[in-house]
């Protein structure tokens, strides 16, 4: 059964830090692209970044590239997003998810494309 939880999530005052972390247990981690999407209320879905499986591409919205940073570490089954100079904006559910590689320009930002998704954590960022 595969399973990604995701933990890290919080309160923080605009301008502050967190760091989101995403187990993941039941599939052959380090096979998949993982990525991170967020939801904020009353909002779509929205791709937030995306790495490869061996963590030699990394990829982001327009919206947080230069502040956020995803990484993995494939021996702790893992992946992060560290978010930096957080926002109001920023406020919203924010959920993992691996997905089998496939092929196509930016596959990686369509959530469809995600095999496995986590629960989610939830990121309130006050002004």
């Known amino acids: 059964q595969v399973q990604l939880v995701e933990s890290g999530g919080g309160l923080v005052q605009a301008g502050g830090s967190l760091r989101l972390s995403c187990a993941a247990s039941?599939?052959?981690?380090?096979?998949?692209?993982m990525g991170w999407f967020r939801q904020a209320p009353g909002k779509e879905r929205e791709f937030v970044a995306s790495?490869?499986?061996?963590?030699?591409?990394?990829y982001y919205a327009d919206s947080v590239k230069g502040r956020f940073t995803i990484s993995r570490d494939n021996a702790k089954n893992t992946a992060y997003l560290q978010m930096n100079s957080l926002k109001p904006e920023d406020t919203a559910v924010y959920s993992c998810?691996?997905?089998?590689?496939?092929?196509?320009?930016?596959?990686?930002?369509?959530?469809?494309?995600?095999?496995?998704w986590g629960q989610g954590t939830r990121v309130i960022i006050s002004a």
């Open positions: 998810a691996a997905a089998s590689p496939r092929f196509g320009v930016s596959w990686y930002r369509r959530s469809t494309n995600y095999d496995y």
């Open positions: 039941g599939l052959t981690f380090s096979s998949y692209a």
């Open positions: 790495i490869s499986r061996s963590a030699g591409s990394t």
